[in-house]
């Protein structure tokens, strides 16, 4: 015990130097909203968010989504915003989320449905969704 007292009186300042620091650090999260979170509700978080701001970016600004389907390589445009779900996908008027027995894919697309009948292992697409409307593909 006698060793710790002389260790704090040793190192009293570096220990108090210490204390304020992280005393701030919690201040400062606490003031910006600076939150910890864990990486498996991160990713859900995320979902939800992305999709949130691309539904309101759709009914907001018509120029963006227009400008993103008139881009030079609106397949990868679409597997990018796919990555959020069916929702953020079929906020374009140039992606359909279609589903094949590989799995759920927002590929370049219209209300004909998928610009290519097959994903990319191959499997032809069964039903499509464009602008949150469900279509099968016969």
């Excluded at 570096?14 to 910890?36: D, E, P, R, S, T």
């Excluded at 990868?76 to 079929?90: D, E, M, P, V």
């Excluded at 589903?99 to 998928?114: I, M, R, Y």
Aim: glycine share 6%; hydrophobic share 35%; with cysteine.
């Amino acid at each position: 015990m006698s060793s710790l007292l002389k260790f704090i009186r040793k190192h009293w300042e570096n220990i108090y130097i210490v204390i304020w620091f992280l005393c701030i650090m919690i201040l400062l999260q606490a003031i910006l909203g600076i939150k910890i979170v864990d990486d498996k509700k991160k990713d859900k978080d995320a979902e939800k968010v992305a999709t949130r701001v691309i539904e309101s970016m759709k009914s907001s600004n018509k120029k963006v989504t227009k400008s993103i389907c008139d881009g030079n390589n609106i397949a990868k445009a679409c597997a990018k915003i796919g990555k959020s779900g069916l929702k953020a996908c079929n906020t374009l008027d140039c992606c359909v989320w279609a589903k094949s027995k590989t799995g759920k894919f927002c590929v370049e697309g219209d209300s004909d449905g998928p610009e290519l009948n097959q994903d990319h292992k191959g499997k032809k697409f069964e039903e499509y969704y464009y602008l949150n409307k469900k279509y099968k593909i016969e």
